[in-house]
């Protein structure tokens, strides 16, 4: 094992860091890292929060982290910012919201960016997790903006997603309908002093039963014929193992008010996540995820040596401009080596 | 993945503000510089304690800490920082910068602290951002 494992598993906190940063770079040697941590791994529930930007995710996760730690709890955090496309730079902000914290390094916050890297980000997030994991953090949470297909992967790792929104005009309600409405598990409605608030949970509600009756869901008929079908979350809601309907809880994260009761639906996620099966399922559909992703890097890594080897690929290039042949004859040349060994 | 070899792996900064003193325009600056020339930069916020910065100079494994002090309490505040960081194994590989009002008079004795560049008022931009470049420590 190396030395950075032992001691990351020692509690050893630049250690942590050190790997992380290791994951981060991709680097020479970070998957050996990251494989020796696999085994270490499995004893910390993973949230992933997210949200439009001003929903207050900074300020919720900092109220979170405080609860459990009041709990007794340690706590991992990866904070995601987007970089900049042309300089790759990024200012990472999130730390600043984290007030409650201060000095406790049994909140270990990590900010990421997302550096461009076309995949690549959710991979980092991942194993990021894993070191958390392994260097025996309770509670992880992820927080990033919900703004893209690649942020919805990131909180995808999580075992419960919750999304924030806050309560306005109904736009935001609107901008969930584009693929974050699917990802929660949980939504928060959070500024829930603010005007709009209670409009926004009525939003909610109506557009969670209505993904739960579409047949898309799978659960055609749950609940069907409920006719307050818009009232309060009751008990008999996710009483069945069968299925889950996202619950709709109010924060005011700034105050602190209704942290207790939303850690409260984490908790019962996860009991349905385990009564269920889903979390096994989960587990076992994102490591094959996982293999299939490393698979892809780990053959364009080939490929790309194969191109060097060849020389690179100007001079083919040359040949297509010439018509002396095609883009799919240049392919079909260069993988031959591979489709020998696959095929024969 | 090789598209980013070690070799131009991003550098990571903490912009600092420590202490009582308000005056960040100069760390808001900086700190746009460094993003714009490739870093990934956290910013601390005002008026941190010495141990919080040393909290995120550790966690978040950053290149460079940029310390900026306009208040005349370097002489107190860097110390700190610096014994906290050798404290979590952090300050051999992190890159100790100071910027802000500091007299001639106190140079040498932070540079025997362990600062590693003292950027005041008139330091070009370029040259803290190649100064950060250059130094960024081996890992």
Redesign the interface.
């Known amino acids: 094992m190396s030395d950075l494992i032992e001691e990351l598993l020692a509690g050893k906190h630049r250690a942590l860091a050190r790997v992380i940063s290791k994951i981060e770079d991709r680097g020479s040697g970070y998957r050996e890292l990251v494989s020796q941590l696999h085994e270490h791994t499995g004893n910390a529930t993973v949230v992933g929060i997210t949200g439009s930007p001003g929903a207050g995710k900074s300020t919720l996760v900092d109220k979170m982290a405080e609860t459990y730690r009041e709990r007794g709890e340690t706590v991992g955090v990866i904070a995601i910012d987007p970089s900049s496309p042309f300089s790759g730079g990024a200012v990472l902000g999130d730390r600043i919201r984290m007030a409650s914290n201060v000095g406790d390094m049994d909140v270990f916050f990590r900010s990421m960016s997302a550096r461009g890297t076309l995949g690549g980000l959710s991979t980092a997030t991942t194993d990021a997790v894993k070191a958390l994991d392994a260097f025996g953090k309770d509670r992880i949470i992820i927080e990033t903006v919900g703004a893209g297909q690649n942020e919805v992967d990131i909180v995808g790792t999580a075992d419960t997603v919750a999304v924030l929104v806050p309560p306005s005009s109904g736009d935001d309600v609107q901008m969930l309908k584009a693929g974050i409405l699917e990802i929660g598990d949980v939504f928060i409605v959070n500024k829930a002093d603010l005007d709009g608030a209670d409009r926004t949970v009525q939003e909610l509600k109506e557009m969670v039963h209505m993904r739960d009756a579409s047949p898309l869901a799978g659960t055609a008929g749950h609940h069907g014929v409920e006719t307050d079908a818009v009232g309060e979350q009751d008990e008999d809601d996710n009483g069945d193992d069968e299925t889950w309907t996202p619950p709709i809880v109010e924060t005011v994260a700034k105050t602190g008010e209704g942290v207790e009761p939303f850690l409260d639906t984490l908790v019962d996620h996860r009991a349905w996540l385990e009564a269920s099966g889903e979390l096994n399922a989960q587990r076992r559909d994102r490591y094959e995820e996982e293999i299939r992703r490393l698979l892809r890097e780990g053959a364009g890594e080939l490929i790309r040596e194969e191109i060097e080897r060849q020389g690179g690929l100007e001079r083919y290039v040359d040949a297509i401009v010439a018509k002396e042949t095609d883009p799919y004859a240049v392919t079909e040349e260069l993988l031959a080596p591979l489709r020998e060994s696959v095929r024969e | 993945?090789?598209?980013?070899?070690?070799e131009d792996?991003?550098i990571?900064c903490l912009v600092a503000k420590v202490g009582l003193d308000g005056h960040d325009r100069g760390a808001h600056v900086i700190?746009?510089a460094?993003?714009?020339?490739?870093?990934?930069?956290?910013?601390?916020?005002l008026h941190k304690?010495p141990?919080?910065i040393v909290?995120?100079a550790?966690?978040?494994?950053v290149d460079a800490l940029g310390i900026s002090i306009l208040s005349g309490a370097h002489n107190t505040l860097v110390p700190k920082i610096v014994e906290g960081l050798e404290s979590?194994?952090?300050f051999e590989d992190t890159l100790v910068l100071v910027g802000g009002i500091i007299p001639d008079e106190d140079r040498d004795e932070l540079y025997e602290m362990g600062v590693d560049g003292i950027f005041g008022p008139g330091s070009s931009m370029a040259e803290t951002i190649e100064f950060v470049r250059e130094n960024a420590p081996e890992?």
Request: proline share 0%.
């Open positions: 993945m090789s598209t980013q070899d070690s792996r991003t990571r700190a746009r460094f993003r714009d020339a490739g870093f990934e930069v956290i910013y601390s916020g304690s141990d919080e909290q995120a550790v966690q978040e494994d979590y194994d952090a890992r």
